[in-house]
């Protein structure tokens, strides 16, 4: 049973439009994650979450918004799509700092903003 | 700050022929370091975790070792198949941020029948 599972699989949204992708976890891990991965740079690291109620921005968080509002569920939302924000959006949870520093990744969203 | 580079973005080998991909990192830390890999149409994973300098981490058939000296880390596997066509990612911890995880660009291996 797949612990880290994200919602929509796939997306088309236009230009100036609110997208919101949400990510739910069963692996009671604290932290969270949001990667986009794009040809040529890999993942980069969006936002990310310690816990519920918390969120802290990655490397490239302009123009996310992320949301953490209980242990399994985060999502990121973005106010006003843009083409650029066309990409595959990667969730992943983990437990750094316990001896197991694996991040476990949901199966991605691909979006398409036109 | 800490980084991770990866240079090799395309790798084909046909079957049984040895691979080697190469990252090298910079930290002022003592690295933790990953091998992650991704298949077509899912989320990447992790394959191998090596935390100390010169010992060597397995699974699958892959070995993955890291030399402080030089500071790079590498991913090895003899004799590779068709079913290890994927994306090879090298990640490291982030020294100063234990939480953060620094990934490579990702190097797309395509094994010919």
């Known amino acids: 049973e797949a612990a880290v599972t994200q919602s929509p699989r796939n997306k088309v949204a236009v230009t100036g439009g609110k997208v919101t992708l949400s990510c739910n976890q069963t692996?009671?891990?604290?932290?969270m994650y949001w990667y986009r991965q794009d040809t040529g740079h890999g993942l980069r690291l969006i936002h990310y979450?310690?816990?519920?109620?918390?969120?802290e921005k990655g490397d490239i968080p302009d123009g996310y918004k992320a949301s953490r509002p209980s242990q399994e569920n985060f999502s990121l939302i973005l106010e006003l799509a843009t083409p650029s924000q066309t990409s595959v959006y990667f969730c992943?949870?983990?437990?750094?700092?316990?001896?197991?520093?694996?991040?476990?990744f949901g199966p991605g969203t691909r979006l398409l903003v036109l | 700050g800490d980084s991770v580079i990866q240079m090799q973005g395309q790798v084909t080998l046909s079957e049984n022929d040895f691979l080697f991909i190469n990252c090298t990192y910079s930290?002022?830390?003592?690295?933790?370091l990953f091998w992650y890999v991704q298949y077509s149409g899912e989320g990447p994973q992790l394959l191998l975790q090596?935390?100390?300098?010169?010992n060597k981490g397995s699974s699958r058939g892959f070995e993955a070792t890291y030399d402080k000296g030089t500071t790079s880390f590498h991913l090895q596997k003899t004799s590779v198949q068709e079913i290890d066509s994927a994306v090879y990612y090298c990640?490291?911890?982030?020294?100063?941020?234990?939480?953060?995880?620094?990934f490579g660009k990702g190097t797309h291996l395509h094994v010919l029948p």
């Open positions: 992943a949870s983990g437990l750094p700092g316990t001896g197991n520093d694996t991040q476990y």
């Open positions: 930290t002022t830390g003592y690295p933790t």
């Open positions: 979450s310690y816990g519920a109620g918390s969120t």
């Open positions: 090596v935390t100390t300098a010169n």
């Open positions: 692996n009671n891990h604290n932290n």
């Open positions: 990640a490291m911890r982030e020294d100063t941020n234990a939480y953060k995880v620094i």
